[in-house]
């Protein structure tokens, strides 16, 4: 299983950014797909979940209205529009997924930073 995240970076306050998550080594289309965030001194945090069709989404209530999880089936790849940026977004965020109680798995993490 391997999950590799892209798109982080810089920009400033109410800027916007779209990550991508990439997935490979399980079905992925029969998964939900879940977006994390750990900032600084902080732990990690659960930001969005979609579920394995794309038809339905959670988001913690800090992000909602803001941020919007989508994912394309067919290429593999979960994605966060991420709106309205804020310095408190400013974490690095990871995809992830629990393909049964004993496995979950991580990306590696993208670093956004937002600062004006």
């Known amino acids: 299983v391997q999950l590799v995240e892209s798109g982080g970076g810089f920009v400033q306050p109410g800027g916007s950014l779209r990550l991508s998550c990439r997935a490979s080594?399980?079905?992925?289309?029969?998964?939900?797909m879940k977006w994390y965030r750990q900032a600084p001194g902080k732990e990690r945090e659960l930001v969005a979940t979609?579920?394995?069709?794309?038809?339905?989404?959670n988001y913690q209530d800090s992000v909602k209205g803001r941020f919007t999880a989508s994912r394309d089936n067919a290429k593999n790849t979960v994605y966060l529009q991420m709106n309205s940026l804020k310095s408190e977004d400013t974490a690095v965020y990871y995809c992830?997924?629990?393909?049964?109680?004993?496995?979950?798995?991580w990306g590696q993490g993208t670093q956004v930073a937002v600062s004006s």
């Open positions: 979609i579920s394995s069709g794309g038809t339905w989404t």
């Open positions: 992830a997924a629990r393909l049964s109680p004993e496995r979950f798995y």
């Open positions: 080594g399980f079905a992925f289309s029969g998964y939900d």
